[in-house]
T-cell receptor
């Protein structure tokens, strides 16, 4: 069965370190997205991609970057982790406007 | 830009009570509308969606939602809730013709008391 997987599920890192969160989907979806979920804010879009080599900034992109070298993967990198980036991160993929998103199980990141 | 408002932050109901969660969006163009559910410790799952046709949409687990264009609303309903419906519910919207980015509300936490 097709799926979307995120790794790791939990991560603790220190302030200033570079961290990469993985997202891999086997739906063959062109569109992929990264969101962070924080209490009182719901889900906020960090970065998104509509295809290989395409990346775009979302609402809260400062301090984050993504790259899309193939259809299946959209890794999210925190260049220099900050305590404000402690959050739950969700990756999602979609085939088009009318279909909604399929979400991964999330990565809980703690920056100490 | 689109925005989505969910006015109820936390709703507490007894089992068998009826549920209605409010969702209003702000956008001048044509939109697709979605409700997602997040059970404790899990990822978001699609409950139902509206993109055209009958404004009353039925989803999984007995949920339904009604799109009222004149009120920019897409409220979620269920006639009789169960303890297993305890979860967080998110309304979301995207532009039919623009970027395929979903804008989410801040969510409503539903607690159902047995």
């Amino acid at each position: 069965d097709a799926e979307i997987t995120q790794s790791p599920r939990h991560k603790i890192t220190e302030t200033g370190r570079q961290v990469t969160l993985a997202c891999h989907q086997t739906w063959n979806h062109n569109n992929m997205f990264w969101y962070r979920q924080d209490l009182g804010h719901g889900l906020r879009l960090i970065h998104y991609s509509y295809g290989v080599h395409d990346t775009n900034k979302g609402e809260v992109s400062d301090g984050y970057s993504v790259s899309r070298s193939n259809t299946e993967d959209l890794p999210l990198t925190l260049e220099s982790a900050a305590s404000s980036q402690t959050s739950v991160y969700f990756c999602a993929s979609s085939t088009g406007h009318n279909y909604g998103y399929t979400f991964g199980s999330g990565t809980r990141l703690t920056v100490v | 830009a689109q925005s989505v408002s969910q006015h109820n932050h936390h709703v507490i109901l007894s089992e068998a009570a009826s549920l209605e969660l409010g969702c209003n969006y702000s956008y001048g163009g044509t939109v697709n509308l979605f409700w997602y559910v997040q059970y404790p410790g899990q990822h978001l799952q699609l409950l139902l969606k509206y993109f055209s046709g009958d404004p009353l949409v039925k989803g999984i687990k007995g949920f339904e939602a009604e799109f009222i264009k004149s009120k920019f609303s897409f409220n979620l309903r269920k006639p009789s809730v169960q303890w297993s419906d305890t979860a967080e519910y998110f309304c979301a919207v995207n532009d039919k013709t623009g970027a395929n980015n979903l804008f989410f509300g801040t969510g409503t936490r539903l607690t159902v008391i047995p």
